[in-house]
């Protein structure tokens, strides 16, 4: 059954030891058009909270008193019940370090503080389209039959886009923990679009990239790469090396959907 989410219906989980910036979050969320919102200050009050109900949506601030939001996020990915729980980070953090993690545990969006209310909507529409089933490309097309090459080292963040790519109709996913294992695939197996992050061991995004381009029989495949790399030297590279496309994590849903569109119609017209 297709699954449709309004902010209306949205059932939120909001983690903020500040008493002033919770009632600052919830009165926006309010305006938004959300009403189901429960606010905890810790992240223990907030797993017990994830045990005993029902949430669509965990908003959280980067330092509670017992742990990192990392640490929490780290937790509920590790976690059967919460590891697909959608999440946003609202902090003032900046530092890469911090943030490095949180792109590669599957995050719908990082918020920095102070924010606007246009920011958390955007956040909120995100969320949304990563909830949400969307399956309308083109009546005559199926997805059930592309096949796509997910690659990354972060299993969390394999999750997060296997849920993405199910929600628009693919079935067909294969994964790699890096690009040798990606290379030994696709050497094996044909595919209709790879989706690949940037830093990864044994053989990075740019490598493989370069691999199917110039050494692969599958030299014309689409692929969009999905990275927190900020490294303008290396995302030129990337570039030069025929990448279809590049986002950033976190990235907005929207984004997949329109480069699955557009193979899909270039595949109709060849």
Known sequence: MARHYSTTQLRILLIEPSG???SVITSYLQKLGASHIEHVTTAQQAMTHLQK???ELVLSAMYLADMTGVELLT???SLPETQNLAFILVSSETRPQMLEPVRQLGVCAIVPKPFTQDLLQRALNTTLDYLSDDTSFDEEVSLDSLRVLLVDDSRAARNYMRQVLGNVGVRLITEAAN??????????SSFDLVLTDYNMP?????????????DSWQSDLPILMVSSESNAGRLAAVEQAGVSGICDKPFEPAVIRALIGKVLQQNRHD
């Open 20 to 22: 002033v910036q919770a």
């Open 75 to 77: 937790l509920m990915r």
């Open 202 to 214: 044994e053989m990075d995004g740019q490598q493989l990239i370069e691999y199917i381009r110039k």
């Open 53 to 55: 109900n029902e949430y």
């Open 179 to 188: 690009g040798r294992e990606a290379m030994n695939l696709l050497e094996a």
